[in-house]
């Protein structure tokens, strides 16, 4: 059985950082897509940043280039999301995603191949 298992969400202020990491069980990460994904209130879930677990290909969300940073040890299973600067509009319940399937060039922020989430991890953010 696959699972995900995010950690590392709380309450900052302004300006302050958190670290995601996501911790795959079940599943031995290769060529796959990763991610990190965040749902606010009253609105659609959006695509963060993503990764290319065997090329090490990235990709952003317009809103977080610059402050965060996506990374990941295979050998330990686990993908990080380094969150610097942070915002009161980053505030949201965090997803890690695992594509289950074999991750080819720039990995999509779509959530769509997706198809293993874990439970979230909220972040809060104040001003």
């Known amino acids: 059985q696959v699972q995900l298992v995010e950690s590392g969400g709380g309450s900052v202020q302004a300006g302050g950082s958190l670290r995601l990491s996501c911790a795959v069980s079940?599943?031995?990460?290769?060529?796959?897509?990763m991610g990190w994904f965040r749902q606010a209130p009253g609105k659609e879930r959006e695509g963060v940043a993503t990764i290319n677990t065997r090329a090490g290909s990235t990709s952003y969300a317009d809103s977080v280039k610059g402050r965060f940073t996506i990374s990941q040890d295979r050998a330990k299973n686990t993908v990080w999301l380094q969150m610097s600067s942070l915002k009161p509009e980053d505030t949201a319940m965090y997803y890690c995603a695992l594509d289950g399937g074999l991750c080819f060039g720039s990995p999509t922020l779509n959530e769509g191949p997706y198809n293993y989430w874990g439970q979230g991890t909220q972040v809060t953010v104040s001003s």
């Open positions: 079940g599943f031995t990460i290769g060529s796959n897509c």
